[in-house]
């Protein structure tokens, strides 16, 4: 028998939650007013927003880590209210924070089962259980960790890992995920998103914030936009596009520029030789191995790479976090090889880590301590501290970059991701360098914050400094730098001008590129 298709009715997907006139205030601040969406069942709904917009408020709602001042959420046809994560998860739901709450002292195994441990008769956790659950979570995301290995000792990208086995290993019927690719690799998005699908086929809903647009355009069933704590657009996926998702994320079309020109670039300022950089895991290997690398004043160089390319460890090396085997570290022809990191910070190079809450900030600090915290000896005398001048450089500072404060005094864990990172950045440029080098700076922020700070890169080249930024974006490597630099296993596998395209950068990799 013939079917005519095209009149055969799809029955919309079932609604699992609601969230029903959403609500939330910090004392006169309104971080969310009326917000109105649904989740489906089997389904990724994803949240698009600017840092500061409301998403991982409204997403701590939904989990149970705070309460929204008004509003319901309807679960089921149910009305529900959490006063804690655990009666959340009771529910079934959990939740993936963007920045890591891991246990960096526990091994992976009890990092996976903490607070939930195993047990076997009289009550004695099973630890061989739990070890071969880590083992086969860890075989489903495609990541060889071993389960009693310390998670001090892995990759930030390991980690989020580890986080995702966490929330997979508690069989949520919600699972919402807070930025969970702003670490991992290429080949590491794409085994997550196998995991999601497959998630989506047991009956599973994803609720999904990320400020990778394109890259969540890949998996999105429906979208929500949040802009100011209100909600200015909800559609299914047939219906939106990346230029539907930007303008009502902030109004206007973006880009994150070009290289800037109309200046002569300088002299040298930095120049690494012959570089070996051993790795401190496996004797007679090298992470980065005779590596060379001159850039100029005002030169913007991009270094791409998958994760264990390198990069990382190249650029803490050039900062003075660890020490190279072999090879010279030349500042402005001064060899600085063997300087420590503040005589470094002292001479004109500065680094801004990747992970901005473990090296970058203080979290016990306010945001005007953390900005002049590397710069603390510019308005020190005699052992005493100039809170005038302090006060000054603080604010300086903070109009520069362009930071989104209450003020200096206002809590470090009050800033969105997107101002902590230009609060970290601002610190460093605070010292006026002659050369900063950044770890993923763009990491965890969104399109608007990426373009601020892109923009802060650029002026800065204009009135001389050598940048040097690693990323694991494409698109990054095709906006401001004059020069693209590709590394693989430690060593640089291409060199690319302005004009490069995606596809050669992925190319020289060793990233296989889709058909």
Request: glycine residues 8%; aromatic residues 4%; negative net charge.
């Amino acid at each position: 028998m013939n079917i005519d298709r095209s009149t055969v009715e799809v029955a919309p997907p079932e609604v699992i939650l609601s969230a029903r006139n959403i609500e939330k205030r910090f004392g006169a601040v309104q971080a969310l007013k009326e917000v109105n969406f649904d989740i489906y069942r089997g389904q990724v709904t994803t949240l698009f927003g600017e840092n500061g917009a409301g998403k991982s408020t409204l997403m701590k709602i939904l989990s149970g880590v705070i309460a929204q001042t008004a509003g319901e959420i309807v679960l089921e046809g149910e009305s529900v209210s959490f006063s804690s994560p655990s009666d959340a998860e009771a529910l079934g739901i959990t939740i993936i924070h963007q920045e890591l709450s891991l246990a960096s002292n526990l091994n992976v195994r009890d990092n996976i089962f903490m607070g939930r441990e195993l047990t076997k008769g009289r009550g004695s956790v099973d630890y061989k259980e739990e070890a071969r659950q880590a083992e086969l979570l860890m075989e489903e995301l495609d990541e060889p960790i071993h389960p009693l290995t310390l998670v001090e000792d892995l990759r930030v990208g390991q980690q989020q890992i580890v986080e995702i086995a966490r929330a997979l290993s508690k069989n949520s019927r919600i699972l919402i995920m807070d930025e969970p690719t702003s670490a991992l690799s290429a080949t590491e998005v794409e085994t997550l998103f196998k995991v999601v699908q497959d998630l989506k086929n047991k009956g599973v809903s994803i609720v999904y914030i990320s400020h990778h647009l394109e890259e969540a355009l890949q998996i999105t069933d429906h979208a929500v936009v949040l802009r100011d704590g209100v909600m200015t657009a909800y559609a299914p996926r047939s219906d939106i596009d990346l230029q539907w998702i930007v303008r009502h994320m902030v109004g206007e079309s973006f880009d994150l520029g070009s290289p800037p020109t109309g200046y002569e670039q300088g002299p040298t300022a930095l120049s690494i030789q012959n570089l070996y950089l051993s790795d401190d895991k496996v004797a007679g290997r090298y992470v980065v191995e005779d590596l060379s690398l001159d850039v100029r004043a005002g030169e913007i160089v991009c270094i791409y790479g998958l994760m264990g390319a390198g990069r990382t460890e190249l650029l803490e090396c050039v900062a003075g976090r660890t020490r190279q085997s072999k090879g010279d570290i030349l500042l402005n022809s001064t060899d600085v090889s063997h300087y420590n990191i503040a005589q470094r910070i002292e001479r004109g190079l500065v680094l801004v880590p990747e992970d901005r809450q473990r090296d970058g900030l203080v979290p016990t600090l306010s945001v005007g301590r953390n900005l002049s915290l590397a710069s603390i000896h510019a308005f020190t005398r005699k052992g005493l501290t100039s809170s005038s001048l302090e006060a000054e450089m603080i604010n300086s500072a903070i109009d520069k970059v362009h930071i989104k404060t209450d003020g200096g005094e206002a809590a470090i864990g009050s800033l969105s991701g997107g101002n902590q990172q230009k609060v970290v950045i601002g610190k460093m440029l605070a010292t006026h360098p002659d050369v900063i080098i950044l770890d993923e700076p763009s990491r965890g922020i969104d399109v608007g914050a990426k373009a601020e700070v892109f923009k802060l890169l650029s002026q800065g080249a204009r009135r001389g400094l050598a940048v040097v930024f690693t990323t694991s974006e494409v698109s990054e490597c095709l906006s401001i730098p004059h020069r693209v630099l590709v590394m693989s296993k430690g060593r640089i596998s291409a060199e690319f001008k302005p004009g490069v395209t995606k596809d050669e950068i992925m190319a020289a990799s060793g990233e296989s590129v889709a058909a």
